[in-house]
């Protein structure tokens, strides 16, 4: 697999003119900024299907049995051509070696936690994700997925950053072999960015490493990446940050002095209190690492992110 970091992403969001009245919906964000990083794979389900430009505008509708999409004004029922294209195309996403995906808020096909889906009844729409978005999650549950707007915020985006790359590191592996020892050095390198997620998930994964004889490999490689994946998907706070910096600074507890110690407790505390980013004082504690020959943190992710991923969270 090439070091390319490949991510889909809604076309409109791409700058492509695809929504049903011919338009876009360029990100300045992912265009600007996250382009010059990944490379992606745009895609608008509406369009992909069959529907044209311009094009009605379509809406989920709750009946009862299933979500159905339905054209607003001539109430045709378009839902079996897009489900049948979805069935056809995610097989082929898996060959694309996506690593996230990004998609367009509030679309009836792409939104992520805000789409509408209207009632029969007469009741209030309520928030789901959207047609294709939902069937895509089925598929690839592991596969690090986010809103557009979401990632405007700095935890949100910090989060996905993070995921895709974890992401990438872990086909790496799997492509490689499937050998326990392996996934021991895999989870030791990613130990400090777990538990800055989840604590109780990082225990949980500890544990189920060191049970791991009574496993097969294949199990136990499955097992992981899914506690894993779930872990990745809870918030990191700067409380939780400064947790793990805190852990890392024990480290050398017997090589600083008074005022260094001094100097990166008020680091640690100025980045919990929001006064200046993580990686002020995590850049800190990897010179210390390295400075001190501590292996362990120098091989953390968490302290030395892949130069893409580190230019990215630069931006977090």
Request: charged share 25%; hydrophobic share 35%.
């Amino acid at each position: 697999m090439p070091e390319t970091i490949r991510i889909g992403v809604s076309a409109c969001l791409a700058g492509e003119k695809v929504r049903w009245n011919g338009t876009n919906d360029r990100d300045p964000y992912l265009a600007e900024i996250l382009a010059k990083h990944v490379e992606y794979v745009p895609l608008c389900p509406e369009i992909a299907c069959g529907l044209g430009i311009p094009r009605e505008k379509i809406r989920q509708v709750d009946c009862g049995e299933d979500i159905r999409l339905i054209g607003y004004e001539s109430g045709d029922d378009l839902t079996e051509k897009m489900t049948q294209w979805t069935k056809r195309i995610l097989p082929g996403l898996e060959e694309e070696g996506l690593c996230g995906f990004i998609l367009k808020s509030r679309s009836p096909s792409c939104a992520l936690l805000h789409g509408k889906i209207y009632s029969t009844k007469g009741k209030q729409p309520r928030q789901s994700s959207g047609f294709f978005t939902r069937q895509m999650m089925n598929y690839y549950p592991l596969l690090p997925m986010e809103a557009s707007e979401r990632l405007q915020n700095p935890i949100l985006r910090e989060n996905f950053i993070r995921r895709v790359f974890v992401l990438k590191r872990w086909r790496k592996l799997i492509e490689k072999d499937l050998r326990i020892g392996s996934l021991v050095d895999f989870h030791t390198r990613h130990k400090m960015m777990i538990r800055a997620h989840d604590l109780r998930g990082y225990r949980e994964l500890g544990k189920l490493l060191g049970e791991s004889s009574i496993f097969n490999a294949n199990e136990i490689f499955d097992t992981y990446a899914t506690m894993l994946f779930r872990s990745l998907s809870l918030k990191t706070t700067p409380k939780k940050n400064a947790d793990v910096l805190m852990h890392a600074m024990g480290f050398f507890k017997k090589q600083l002095d008074a005022s260094d110690k001094q100097e990166l407790l008020k680091m640690i505390n100025d980045y919990k209190n929001s006064k200046i980013p993580l990686l002020m004082p995590i850049t800190l504690l990897n010179h210390y690492a390295k400075k001190y020959q501590k292996p362990y943190l120098t091989q953390q992710y968490f302290l030395n992110p892949h130069p893409s991923e580190l230019k990215l969270l630069n931006h977090v």
